[in-house]
């Protein structure tokens, strides 16, 4: 074995061993938020307003009333300055 | 005019209703995520389980809040995109890149540590646990920074160079948006979270010891609450004094406005209590106040830390009237003349657009040089009367006066409270201070909510400085969409608050029934 070979199985030793930490991490985090939400007595309640909320904001809200203006009028950066420019000039 | 009026008016309405909700849960989760960082602290160190205890039952207080308060201000962009278009447009990427990072952070650090703050009891060790608690409060307040940053920068308009060609101020300068009005309004926000969330703090342990429940728990968070809110509130005060200098510095119609002046002097006082005139105007004779108690030199010193300084009124603004450190007459710019040069801008922006249409590029260097010789008042163009460039005067007097009362009550209640429990632990037994306490605690939000009030009335007619005013910045939306709108958030909002007090109202009934002692 010649000394590429040793330095070439020992960073392949090095990758799996990272790549068994990096395994447990994600899974000791998903575990956390499975079991946390499990778990969880008043944050259930809490949990279904946020995500009530957040249909009713995103969904509805934005969706249906809450356009934005410039990007849905116009294609471009340019034509959006050009009719901001002429409604802050416009004569009043 | 009217029809636009009317949706200028509406979309502010709708804007200071949203603004107002967003901040009912802020301040709250700003100070509340320190007390239990403490409370927290003092667990680690000691080990003992009253501690525990204590930090677990206040951080379900704070999750409660945190839950309900959370995304409320994301309806704010969506109204800068609908009804404030072209204001949205107009600031460019130095309101975008601050509300860009703060969106990112946010995101980043609240859901990663608050995850580990409610889920993490038990499954990492006590110190990561300590760790992202104390993050989970220092992201709450880098959040804030950004937002006041953005706010700042509207108030006191740096750090930019305006390109006709974009139509957008584009920044130049990042440090820049760190100015003065940026700092002290963070920290005067922070601080103001920290006063809020003691008092909240003490008048619910007031509450338990009046129902004689968890005696222990409720004179130990009584502690650390009043320490808190004292701790903030004197912050409050100081940073809230650097404010005034920045005022007086950078919007003196605000300032102004803010005291009721119309005619200043030097050596001028400050009024303490005292009732405007409604029919008093900048050009009558009338009086400036029904009846008004004044402190000598009040306002010089607040306002130019120097009992001899000459505090512009309102009058004096208009016509561009300055007093020197000499007492010699000066003349500074006055509105009519500002809205002379705003007309030029305007004239000059209107002649840049029509080069650009045929592609004449001399037309448009010159008329981008007149554009910026003018620039700096580029807002007042839009007005036809200097009347139209003054705030409305009534609240913000009065609102000015109702954080100043508050805030001046509660640190008296704080010190109060804390000599209570330090002295033979008098405030165990003093149910009258008790009452007081828990009696105290929504006021504490209206001395808040007054403090926005003052910053944001105080400004108007402006969006951004001297530069749009909110008549400018408005989109052309419908009066009914937006009162439509107006309504549903009110209904939301509400809904929202009566699901917040009435969970915190049984989470905390419920505390109280379990044994929290140790």
Redesign the interface.
């Known amino acids: 074995m010649n000394e590429y070979d040793v330095r070439s199985s020992e960073s392949k030793e090095d990758y799996a061993v990272e790549g068994g930490r990096l395994r447990r991490f994600v899974r ?1 985090v998903w575990s ?2 499975c ?3 499990r778990n969880m007595t ?2 259930k ?3 279904a ?2 995500l009530v ?2 249909f ?2 995103f969904v509805v ?2 969706l249906l ?7 849905r009028d116009f294609d471009n ?1 340019s034509d ?3 009719h ?6 416009r ?2 | 005019m009217n029809d636009l009026m009317t949706v200028v008016d509406w979309s502010r309405w709708q804007f200071a209703l949203t603004a107002i909700y967003h901040w009912l849960f802020v301040p709250l989760t700003l100070g509340l995520s320190v007390i239990v960082g403490v409370m927290e602290t003092a667990y680690v160190r000691t080990g003992s389980e009253s501690w525990l205890k204590a930090t677990k039952f206040w951080m ?1 207080l704070f ?2 809040n945190f ?2 308060g ?2 409320t201000g ?2 704010l962009e ?2 800068f ?2 009804n404030w ?2 204001y ?3 600031v460019g990427d130095i309101f975008g890149a601050p509300l860009a990072i703060e969106g990112i952070l946010a995101f980043f650090m609240e859901s990663t540590f608050v ?2 703050m ?3 009891w038990g ?1 990492v060790s006590k110190r990561f646990h300590l760790a992202s608690t104390w993050l989970t409060a220092v992201g709450a307040s880098i959040s804030a920074l950004w937002i006041l940053v953005a706010n700042a920068w509207m108030q006191y308009p740096v750090g930019m160079e305006f390109d ?5 101020n584009v920044m130049d300068d990042f440090w820049a948006l760190f100015s003065g009005t940026a700092v002290n309004k963070f920290f005067h926000a922070v601080f103001s979270g920290w006063a809020l969330a003691g008092v909240f703090v003490v008048g619910v342990s007031s509450w338990f010891l009046i129902k004689n429940r968890n005696r222990e728990f409720a004179l130990r968070s009584a502690k650390v609450g009043a320490w808190t809110g004292l701790t903030g509130m004197l912050l409050t005060m100081y940073t809230g004094d650097g404010s005034a200098v920045e005022v007086a510095r950078h919007q003196p119609m605000k300032l102004a406005a803010m005291e009721g002046l119309y005619k200043g002097d030097r050596q001028q006082g400050l009024v303490a209590v005292g009732l405007v005139n409604p029919g008093k105007r900048w050009d009558n004779a009338e009086d400036e106040y029904l009846f008004d108690i004044e402190i000598p030199y009040g306002l010089s010193v607040l306002a130019k830390h120097d009992p001899d300084a000459f505090i512009p009124g309102i009058k004096d603004i208009i016509e561009g009237v300055e007093i020197d450190a000499s007492g010699d007459t000066v003349n500074t710019v006055g509105y009519a003349e500002r809205i002379a040069m705003g007309k030029q801008a ?1 004239e000059a ?2 002649a ?2 029509k080069a ?1 249409a045929v592609n004449d590029k001399s037309a448009m260097a010159e008329a981008e040089k007149s554009l910026r010789e003018n620039y700096r008042f580029f807002g007042y163009g ?1 007005f036809d009367s200097v009347d139209e460039a003054v705030p409305p005067v009534g609240i913000t007097f009065y609102s000015f006066r109702v954080m100043v009362v508050l805030g001046s009550f509660f640190l008296l209640l704080l010190v109060a409270v804390l000599v209570g429990l330090y002295r033979k632990r008098w405030f165990e037994r003093a149910r009258w201070l008790q009452w007081i306490a828990l009696v105290s605690v929504p006021f504490m939000w209206i001395c808040s909510e007054a403090g926005w009030i003052v910053a944001e009335v105080g400004r108007q007619p402006w969006t951004v400085q001297d530069l ?1 005013p909110t008549r ?1 910045a408005i ?3 419908s009066t009914a ?1 937006v009162i ?2 107006f309504w ?1 958030f009110a209904a ?1 909002f509400t809904i ?1 608050l009566v ?1 917040e007090v009435s ?1 915190m109202f049984r ?1 905390i009934s419920k505390g109280s029934k379990t044994n929290l002692n140790s």
């Not at chain 1, 009333?65 to 990007?71: A, G, H, I, Y």
């Open positions: 000791s956390l938020y079991d946390g939400f008043v944050g309640t809490l949990w307003i946020i909320k957040l009713v904001f809200m934005k009333f809450f356009p934005n203006v410039l990007k950066d959006r300055a050009d901001v420019r002429k409604e802050l000039s004569p009043r | 379900s999750g409660i839950a309900i959370v995304a994301l309806i969506f109204e995109g609908t278009s072209n949205s447009w107009f995850a580990v409610f889920f993490g499954r006709p060609a974009q139509m957008r305007h922006l209107r840049y657009d650009k839009y749009l400018a989109s052309a939306v969409t439509t709108t549903m939301i929202l699901a969970i989470q």
